[in-house]
């Protein structure tokens, strides 16, 4: 009875260790499973281009300040038609000019501590045409050359042209591309150096781009978009998380 006794809890003690070796072998299966592919590695992968500006956007003016309004008009409205026929005659199609409204100040005399009085001294117009146009290096030249028309005794206004690249939409899709790229085979390198490979993509984040004066190293964390160049770099940044095999 004693002998029946020790096989039924010898043969329970073997069945009990049998089942936690296969549940520990079920749980390994399930742990190393879990975990596999979990392990990432994050990069920064970019990607810069040569862009050259495709509409330029410049400003001219003239202004006149007389103690009578009607002489100050008679200035300015002298000066805007030689402004206007000056660009005729440098190539630029009047379609391409627009002219704004007359702005006007009036003067007031002023005591010895600044202060204005209610005296009436005279009158200070200014009115510009701004010229918005595909040809940029015409009118970047003509925006230096414009000073000719002081030697006519207009004194032009001239403010710095604004260039601007208009296809950075369609650009950006290309550039972000090539920053994946980029960001893939950082990867790979520093996968292989550990004796890895890497998996599928896990996230992506895009970066800020960064529009700057050709061959500039300026970056901000809310991104550049420069006008004052002809030639500008673009640069786009992708931070890209790939699973390790």
Do not use: C
């Not at 399930?30 to 040569?50: C, H, L, P, Q, W």
């Not at 117009?125 to 000073?147: C, F, G, M, P, Y």
């Not at 990867?187 to 993509?201: H, L, P, R």
């Not at 978009?225 to 673009?234: N, R």
Request: glycine share 8%; hydrophobic share 40%; proline share 2%.
């Amino acid at each position: 009875m004693n002998g029946e006794k020790n096989n039924y809890w010898f043969n329970g003690g073997v069945a009990l260790a049998a089942g936690l070796i296969m549940a520990s072998i079920i749980f390994g299966w399930f742990y190393s499973n879990a975990k596999k592919g979990d392990e990432a590695i994050t990069v920064t992968g970019s990607a810069k281009k040569r862009i050259k500006s495709d509409l330029v956007v410049w400003s001219a003016g003239v202004s006149a300040q007389s103690g009578q309004l009607t002489e100050a008009y008679k200035q300015l409205s002298d000066g805007m038609p030689k402004i206007k026929q000056y660009l005729i005659n440098k190539g630029i199609p009047e379609s391409q000019m627009t002219v704004s409204s007359i702005s006007t100040t009036t003067l007031k005399k002023q005591d010895d501590r600044g202060i204005e009085s209610s005296e009436i001294t005279g009158y200070a117009l200014s009115q510009h045409v701004e010229v918005r146009s595909n040809d940029v290096d015409k009118v970047a030249q003509i925006a230096r050359e414009a000073t000719e028309l002081i030697n006519q005794g207009i004194l032009i206004q001239s403010e710095p042209p604004q260039y601007y690249y208009t296809q950075i939409g369609d650009l950006k899709i290309e550039m972000l591309g090539e920053a994946a790229k980029d960001a893939k085979v950082r990867a790979e390198k520093i996968a292989a150096s550990t004796g890895n490979s890497i998996g599928a993509v896990k996230s992506a984040k895009m970066g800020v781009l960064q529009i700057t004066p050709a061959d500039s190293t300026e970056v901000s964390d809310s991104g550049i978009s420069d006008t004052t160049t002809i030639d500008k770099d673009m640069t786009a940044v992708v931070n890209v998380s790939f699973a390790v095999n």
